[in-house]
């Protein structure tokens, strides 16, 4: 499954992005009933779980420092997933990365995982000046 990860940028503190991650067409629907998430990684930092949303619920699970500020969600018309981020901060820093668990065998509890997900994008950055 090809994922592509867009909407980074450059932004002032206290600014919003939305990030978008589309699925390719020749993948079905990838976001309808699948897990996916959002993951981002700071210069020098591991990759880690910002937010995601399990199968074809709406169930949400965030980082607790992003709760309130971000917020996940899909458009299964459209096979892509977003990530509503308000109220960015310096900390916010990084690349962000989509990915979909397209087994469908992951666990609740692996939702914070990286290799828990089979597919990801390519990664977009956003950066957020003080």
């Known amino acids: 499954v090809q994922l592509q990860a867009s909407g980074g940028g450059l932004v002032q503190a206290g600014d919003s992005l939305r990030l978008s991650c589309a699925a390719s067409a020749a993948s079905g629907r990838t976001f309808s009933r699948n897990t996916v998430a959002w993951f981002r990684q700071a210069p020098g930092k591991e990759r880690d779980f910002v937010a995601g949303l399990w199968r074809s619920s709406s169930t949400t699970h965030y980082i607790d420092s992003v709760k309130g500020r971000f917020t996940i969600s899909r458009d299964t018309a459209k096979n892509t997933v977003y990530l509503q981020m308000d109220s960015l901060k310096p900390d916010d820093t990084a690349v962000y990365y989509c990915?979909?668990?397209?087994?469908?065998?992951?666990?609740?509890?692996?939702?914070?995982?990286?290799?828990?997900?089979?597919?990801w994008g390519q990664g977009t950055l956003v950066t957020v000046s003080s």
């Open positions: 990915a979909a668990d397209t087994r469908g065998r992951m666990i609740l509890s692996s939702i914070r995982n990286p290799g828990a997900y089979t597919d």
